[in-house]
Nanobody
């Protein structure tokens, strides 16, 4: 059974940092391209970052480029390091992957950036 579990969210001040984790099980994590996406209150889903199966091809949305870092940790985990946080980064963050046209999502972790 495919499972994605995000953790690490919470409250941060503007300019602060958080590290989100995504724990994967039920599939060969190292074989798939993985994404982070977010949904801010009252807004649609926004793609944030992608990392390929080898961990070498990495891309970021312009809104987070230079502030966020995606990386694979081991055979079952990846993280999203978020620095220089802004109030507009407030959202529920999800990890995601797709296989054979089907998309898998975790339950999300809430990130709130506020003073």
């Amino acid at each position: 059974q495919v499972q994605l579990v995000e953790s690490g969210g919470g409250l941060a001040q503007p300019g602060g940092s958080l590290r989100l984790s995504c724990a994967a099980s039920g599939f060969t994590f190292s074989s798939y391209t993985m994404n982070w996406a977010r949904q801010a209150p009252g807004k649609g889903l926004e793609w944030v970052s992608v990392i390929d199966s080898a961990g070498t091809d990495i891309f970021y949305a312009d809104s987070v480029k230079g502030r966020f870092t995606i990386a694979r940790v081991n055979a079952n985990n990846m993280y999203l390091q978020m620095n220089s946080l802004k109030p507009e980064d407030t959202a529920v963050y999800y990890c995601n992957f797709e296989v054979y046209g089907r998309s898998y999502w975790g339950q999300g972790t809430q990130v709130t950036v506020s003073s």
